[in-house]
């Protein structure tokens, strides 16, 4: 979905840097999510943010936080990346209306971490 | 035990054939989402169920609340619907349970 950026759209990084993948949504949305993306396993929750003021755990947030900036953008960052964090990553801005609307996914980010 | 379960895993079919991908579910869901991941990664959402069956061009999609239940058709396959399918429940607390997906290959 056009309105719906991340960045990088890839990234190759060593075992123990700090990472920030970024987020930015012009849908308006309240809500934001984190996703991570595993061969063989379905999306699993990183975080997510209900607005600037709310943030809250997934059942994946050990190793992970997260950075709501603004209505717009929503950053996650892996504070010591380590090889099991590789995946693809997935921005989810969702409207207020929750699982009963359009579920909208941002076009992924791939990191490989050696 | 995941809570959302799809089948098959993987799926070859010849262009043309009819295609079912089935979906259960073990939990309370207010809502049942088909979506599809294109092989560059990207995801975009087809269906959002909460009842009876919906259409969109040649794909329909249908629900069982009963049965805990849903599957999704496409008619007359082609092979630009190879993809990877997502079914995904969400609860009342918006969050979603996903399914692992269904990995669809189409064969001119």
């Known amino acids: 979905d056009a309105d719906v950026t991340q960045t990088p759209r890839n990234r190759i990084t060593k075992t123990g840097k700090r990472i920030m993948l970024e987020c930015s949504q012009t849908?308006?949305?309240?809500?934001m999510y984190w996703y991570r993306q595993d061969p063989g396993l379905g999306l699993r929750l990183i975080y997510y943010s209900f607005d600037v003021k709310d943030i809250n755990k997934g059942e994946i947030s050990d190793g992970y936080s997260v950075s709501r900036q603004a209505q717009a953008k929503f950053s996650l960052s892996l504070e010591s990346a380590i090889p099991n964090q590789t995946a693809l990553y997935f921005c989810?801005?969702?409207?207020?209306?929750?699982?009963?609307?359009?579920?909208?996914f941002g076009p992924g980010t791939r990191l490989t971490v050696l | 035990k995941n809570e959302v379960e799809q089948s098959p895993q993987n799926l070859t079919a010849q262009e043309g054939e009819f295609i079912t991908i089935n979906c259960s579910y073990s939990?309370?869901?207010?809502?049942l989402h088909w979506l599809q991941q294109h092989p560059g990664g990207g995801i975009v959402s087809l269906f959002m169920?909460?009842?009876g069956k919906k259409k969109h061009g040649r794909l329909i999609a249908t629900i069982n609340i009963q049965e805990k239940h849903s599957s999704l058709h496409i008619t007359a396959s082609h092979p630009r619907d190879s993809a990877v399918y997502i079914c995904?429940?969400?609860?009342?607390?918006?969050?979603?349970?996903f399914g692992t997906g269904t990995s669809l290959t189409v064969i001119p």
């Open positions: 169920l909460s009842s």
């Open positions: 849908k308006g949305h309240d809500r």
């Open positions: 939990v309370g869901i207010s809502a």
């Open positions: 995904a429940g969400g609860n009342t607390g918006n969050q979603f349970y």
């Open positions: 989810a801005p969702n409207h207020l209306a929750g699982v009963t609307d359009t579920q909208y």
